[in-house]
Each structure stands twice: as C-alpha cells, then as structure tokens.
C-alpha cells in the first residue's frame, strides 16, 4: 500500500496566542515551549502539538482575557517564528509544505514571542522568508499572530519529521522531491563541495587551511553564510558529494527530498550533537561521519553544565591527515605542519575574542574551564592571551 501523509487536524472556533516562551531551557525546568493555537482537549492532542520523539512538549497556553482580532477564512498552523536558522527548518517549518499543498488558499499562521518584535512579514529574518518562498507560500498569504486572534477554521499538518524522533516519510519525501524539481529541474551532479564554517568563530580550528588544501585538489569551497538560502541549496543538489564541516548548515538539508549525492560530515564535536541520522539516511545516496577530534576548548554555562555549542573544534592532527588522504592524497602530500597551527592558532586567538564579549563568559569557572581544556589539546602557548582577555584570567 503506497504511504500517505499524516492525517491533518482540524478545529472550529479556536484562540491563536503569540508564544510566552520558546524551546527555553532552565537550570530547575525542562523545555519550555508555550504559545501558539489553544487546543480543545489539550491533553488529548499529540500530533497538532508541539513533539519530539513522538511526544508533545509544550505546554497549554494561557487564555487571554481579550481577544481583539479574528480570522474568518481557512488557516494553516505552521508553528513559530523563531530567530534560529535550524530551529526554524527543522524544529517549526515541516508543517508548511503539507500545508500548502492541501490547503493552498489559505491563511499560514506563525507566531513568535511578544519581545521578538515580529508583527509582519517584513519583520522576520531573511531565511525565513527564504523558506516561505522555497516551499511555496505566497507572501500575501502569511500572517503573523501577535496579539491573541480567534480562527473559525484552523488546520493543523502533523510535523512531517522531529530533530529527536521519526525521519521523514516516502510521502513527504515526494513532495520535496517536486520542490527541489520545481526550482532547479533535473541536473546531472558533478565534482565535491566542502562546506566550511571557516568564517564562523565556532568552527573547527585551522578550517581556513584546509580551504585552501580542498580548493587546490579541485574541490569547490562553500561558506554558506555568504549565499542566500536558495542558492545554498542549488549548491549543494549540484554536487556528486558533499562534505560538511558539522553545524547549522546542515539544517538546509531538510528543504531537499532524495536529491543529495554521497554525504560526509567532518564531526566537530564528540556526537552529531542531536541531528537525526535518519533523516540524512534517507535523503543521501550514502552517508559518512568522519571524527577527527582531539577535544573541544570551551566555557560553562550558568547552571553549570558544560556550554559546547559555544565551543571551538580542536583536531587530532594525524586523524585530519589520515582523512584527508582519503579524499585526496595530494592534500597530504602537501600538508604544510606550520602553516596548519598557524591557522588553527588564529582561529583558537579569535574564538577567544568572541568569548570574551560573550556574557555566558561571566558564568562560575568557564574562564578556569577554558584554560583547563586549552592545556589538555597542546595549547599551552595561548594560555596568556585567554588570561589576557577572559574574565578573572588573573592577568597575562
């Protein structure tokens, strides 16, 4: 039996709520997620809420005491409007496509928090509308709940995948897979893309020499915040293989059906840090996680966990060799040992500087930490500059 789409919930008459809280996490609570539409039979509802793992959550919303603002015509729910580029692709946009291929004349429904200042369209982040436009959503279309709105017709898709949960099914595949036809046609792939986080202060250190060790075998470079979205992703479907630097560009990926060739990702830190392997599984004609880490240098945060999305990628030198000879042994046998810590260096000096102005810096010995890790991965070296510029590092 060919496979469906999930079922779409439907509802008459329901309150539509800016959110209160979103994917907030304290030292004493779990996630917090709040906002959004108020369901009837709340505690009965899983797939028109908030899920991970197949599990709701959120949490009800509050019922205003005045609601000022009301929409007669059929709506979609699409989630939130968040400031996060993978949070938003992967977390609240799989909902939208199976939205507007239902519902194509509908009203899209988002809503952010009340302190985002999000009122229009005009006031999201461009990735945002980058997505709206991918997927097909006319911009006159689209509404942003900032005030609570009471719905006379609320159509809510399931969440076509969860960073913590299921893979997309056949059937949602389908339907990217006519996405990605629809902008770019049918293409003949060819060559290897490297997508780099050289241009970010979090990114795996020395990442601008293998740059120019990649580029130099014939390997083409991407530093993906320098293209719009929908170029990004022209990108990536051209190219035979792809080989990601681990981080938020990945998060593109989910935007495209079965049209990515063979995949690798440079790991850069000790897990995949939560991305669900399945839904690479069965976009990618193959996949491989290559680990060449040596350690993370990085600071804690308030409630003392480690913070190690902040963190800068250390790696071992003789595994980056040893994988980078796997790609292309030209690259070995030019590997320059000292131009190679000079870039690393650089990159470790300029994630300090980023630190230092980071206000997480303040937290209980995330300076002490920072030193303490730079010590273990042979960084001793730099232990003066960090005590130069991190808070209470006693001094150069």
């Given amino acids: ?21 979103i994917l907030q996490r304290t030292s004493s609570s779990p996630l917090e997620h709040k906002g959004g ?19 709701p959550i959120d949490t009800l919303p509050d019922q205003p005491p005045i609601v000022s603002q ?50 229009s369209l005009e006031d999201t982040p461009a990735f ?13 279309q689209v509404t942003l709940i900032s005030e609570p ?12 995948e969860q960073w913590i949960g299921n893979g997309p ?18 293409v003949e792939k060819s060559g290897t893309l490297y997508v780099s986080r050289a241009g970010q202060p979090y990114c795996m250190a020395g990442e601008s020499y293998l740059e120019e060790l990649f580029a130099g075998v014939g390997v083409s470079v991407l530093r993906p915040e320098s293209l719009p979205l929908k170029e990004q992703l022209r990108h990536y479907y051209l190219a035979d293989r792809l080989i990601f630097s681990e981080g938020a560009a990945l998060n593109a990926l989910w935007l495209m059906g079965r049209s990515v060739g063979d995949l690798t990702f440079i790991q850069r830190r000790p897990k995949l840090f939560g991305f669900p392997r399945e839904s690479f599984q069965r976009r990618a004609r193959s996949v491989e996680y290559i680990n060449v880490l040596a350690g993370l240098v990085h600071g804690m945060r308030f409630n003392g966990r480690e913070r190690l999305h ?20 030209r690259m070995v046998e030019r590997w320059d040992r000292q131009r190679y810590r000079e870039a690393r260096d650089s990159d470790v000096r300029r994630w300090i500087e980023v630190e230092s102005n980071n206000p997480a810096s303040q937290a209980p010995n995330s300076t002490q930490t920072v030193i303490q890790r730079m010590q273990e991965l042979g960084l001793e070296h730099l232990v003066p500059f960090a005590k130069e510029h991190l808070p209470d590092g006693e001094g150069a």
């Fill in 310 to 329: 902040q963190a800068i990628s250390i790696p071992n030198e003789a595994a980056l060799l040893d994988y980078l000879g796997s790609v292309d042994q």
């Fill in 1 to 21: 039996m060919q496979e469906k789409l999930g079922r779409v919930e439907s509802f008459r008459d329901v309150v539509v709520v800016p959110y209160d809280v």
């Fill in 37 to 55: 539409p108020i369901l009837p039979d709340w505690d009965s509802q899983v797939a028109a809420r908030f899920c991970r793992d197949g599990k």
């Fill in 169 to 186: 099914s056949a059937a949602y595949l389908d339907l990217l897979d006519a996405v990605v036809e629809r902008h770019f046609g049918k």
């Fill in 128 to 140: 945002f509308r980058a997505m709206l436009d991918w997927y097909g959503v006319p911009a006159e």
């Fill in 70 to 119: 009301r929409i007669d015509e059929p709506a979609v729910w699409c989630d939130p409007c968040y400031h996060h580029f993978g949070h938003q692709i992967v977390d609240f946009g799989t909902r939208i496509l199976q939205g507007v291929t239902e519902f194509p004349q509908a009203r899209f429904l988002f809503a952010a928090t009340a302190d985002a200042g999000i009122r």
């Fill in 149 to 160: 709105t009471r719905v006379a017709e609320l159509h809510v898709p399931p969440q076509a």
